[in-house]
């Protein structure tokens, strides 16, 4: 979802990849908008997230990220196209990236996306699950499970942290990640937060540096579905080279969708991190305190429902 104007939001439609305008006001949806590209829709693929452009209301660039159709799979793909002044379409759509490599199944897409503030995006992917694939995410010449940082063209940023190593892929920014589907910037700090599936449990709160490596698949708080341990559940990730999350959870919290709290409407929430539960069915609201996790609220827990993304 994107507010991209006062209480009027776009909401991407994952499996039907439709594109369509929701009004607060009146609960009214808008037809599907023309022009969205072709998606794979199979498991956990289809259009995924929607933003816009800083300057959207010169431009009316609406960026999309989804799982397309490549040579030897599918990849997550960024795409931006102009949204006509009727609203009923968007024009001249063009891909600007895939995180390559390919690979031939339907899960860990990531596919979240937000602006800095100069204008650049990150996108987040994930490993694509499989084992061995999976191991890509530890891999600096694959974009699987990794924080990329893009123009709006698609190219790397130029002050990236691996643009020097001839072997690593200049659009990577942190890696190790599993399926990332939750970012924002904390508006006290502006690091910017991410929030990422474990395997069993283990889901991950984490702030991203540049070149860090938060550990997945060598080291997690979760286990197998099989039930196995990560690698004999070894520990000591710090003194391994890893990133520790800010938190985690266990039982799974699912995350998909988050958002800081930056609204002088609820004073009690300012600067509080509220993120989407799938299968877990609640919002957790995340009190922090000099990034220290010190509180966990969940909410909405008896509406039975996925909370796919948050705003
Ligand atoms: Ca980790």
Redesign the pocket.
């Known amino acids: 979802m994107e507010e991209f104007e006062p209480n009027r939001l776009l909401v991407t439609q994952r499996d039907s990849a439709e594109l369509l305008i929701v009004n607060l006001e009146d609960g009214s949806v808008s037809d599907p908008i023309e022009g969205t590209p072709e998606v794979n829709s199979e498991g956990q693929g289809g259009l995924l997230d929607v933003t816009i452009a800083p300057d959207f209301d010169e431009s009316r660039l609406v960026f999309l990220t989804f799982s397309q159709n490549a040579e030897d799979g599918t990849v997550t793909a960024v795409g931006k196209g102009v949204l006509s002044e009727d609203e009923t379409s968007l024009e001249d759509f063009e891909v600007i990236f895939q995180a390559l490599p390919a690979y031939d199944g339907d899960l860990h897409y990531g596919g979240r996306i937000i602006f800095d503030e100069e204008g650049n995006l990150f996108l987040t992917t994930g490993e694509r699950s499989d084992d061995p694939i999976r191991e890509r995410a530890q891999d600096l010449d694959a974009y699987l499970g990794k924080v990329i940082h893009i123009t709006q063209d698609g190219e790397a940023v130029g002050t990236n942290p691996f643009v020097e190593d001839e072997d690593a892929l200049d659009g990577i920014y942190s890696y190790?990640h599993r399926n990332i589907q939750g970012v924002d910037f904390n508006p006290e700090t502006g690091d910017l937060w991410i929030v990422e599936f474990g395997p069993q449990a283990g889901d991950?709160l984490?702030i991203i540096e540049p070149a860090n490596n938060?550990?997945?698949p060598i080291?997690?708080y979760g286990i197998e579905y099989t039930g196995e341990l990560i690698n004999d559940g070894i520990s000591e990730h710090e003194a391994q080279g890893?990133v520790e999350?800010r938190y985690y959870w266990d039982p799974t919290s699912a995350p998909s969708g988050m958002a800081f709290y930056d609204n002088d409407a609820i004073p009690e929430w300012e600067n509080n991190l509220f993120i989407g539960g799938l299968v877990s069915s609640y919002i957790a609201r995340v009190v922090i305190e000099d990034d220290i996790i010190v509180g966990e609220e969940r909410l909405l827990s008896e509406e039975g429902e996925r909370f796919r993304d948050i705003l």
């Open positions: 190790g991950e984490n938060y550990g997945w080291v997690s890893f999350p």
